[in-house]
């Protein structure tokens, strides 16, 4: 069957570490992949989405790699802050562009 | 603010009842997409609209319907409603068809059926 797994299990961390979030999928061959993030009660919000053909995509504090032969992808957040606590959400587009599919999230909560 | 409009915010209702969720897109935003999240299934696609044509659709049960008028507000409809279908419902625009692209997301409506 075809599954997008994330960390159930909230990921603590210290302000100003790197924090690395995995998105594991099964039985997909997905052309694009997106990440989210959501605060409580609110609707997500893109971050940054990476292209099949692209193995890393970067933007301020953000990273995302994709590789296609570990069916996986990886969410960096360099020197994280305690604003950087919410859930992160990837997402992948399925074939065809049919359908934007979403992993469960993995919370993450940055201490001062 | 994503620009993306949903109503109501809040809903509470009782089973059996039937309501209707409203979506303003984005402007400029051709295609809605439509996503229950439940604590214990996080979101899940239900059915997407590409100026006004059904575009995909996810697990999107019977009792549940949508549409995409000609000034591409959408609405989503939900009848005999059960307890399990208490969720916080999200509508989503982006410009294009194809799911290549970022998707908006409103603040999202919560449905309360006791």
């Known amino acids: 069957s075809q599954k997008i797994e994330q960390n159930s299990e909230a990921l603590n961390i210290q302000e100003g570490k790197t924090a690395t979030l995995t998105c594991n999928y099964t039985?997909?061959?997905?052309?694009?992949l997106q990440w989210y993030r959501q605060d409580p009660g609110r609707g997500p919000v893109f971050l940054l989405l990476?292209?099949?053909?692209?193995k890393e995509k970067r933007k301020e504090r953000l990273k995302v790699t994709f590789d296609t032969t570990l069916k996986q992808s990886l969410f960096h957040i360099t020197a994280s802050q305690p604003a950087d606590s919410a859930t992160y959400l990837c997402?992948?587009?399925?074939?065809?562009?049919?359908?934007?599919?979403f992993g469960t999230g993995t919370r993450l909560l940055v201490s001062p | 603010d994503s620009g993306v409009t949903q109503t109501p915010k809040h809903l509470i209702t009782a089973t059996g009842q039937r309501v209707t969720l409203r979506c303003s897109p984005r402007?400029?935003?051709?295609?809605v997409y439509w996503y229950q999240q439940s604590l214990d299934q996080g979101l899940q696609f239900l059915i997407q609209?590409?100026?006004?044509?059904?575009?995909a659709k996810g697990n999107i049960l019977e009792r549940f319907s949508a549409q995409q008028f000609p000034d591409l507000h959408s609405e989503l409809n939900l009848s005999s409603l059960e307890l399990g279908d208490s969720a916080l419902y999200f509508c989503?625009?982006?410009?294009?068809?194809?799911?290549?692209?970022?998707?908006?997301f409103g603040e999202g409506s919560r449905l309360t059926v006791l």
């Open positions: 989503a625009s982006s410009v294009s068809g194809g799911n290549t692209g970022e998707l908006f």
């Open positions: 990476i292209r099949e053909n692209e």
């Open positions: 609209y590409y100026n006004g044509e059904e575009r």
């Open positions: 039985n997909y061959s997905p052309a694009y």
């Open positions: 402007s400029g935003d051709l295609s």
């Open positions: 997402a992948l587009v399925t074939s065809g562009f049919q359908k934007l599919v």
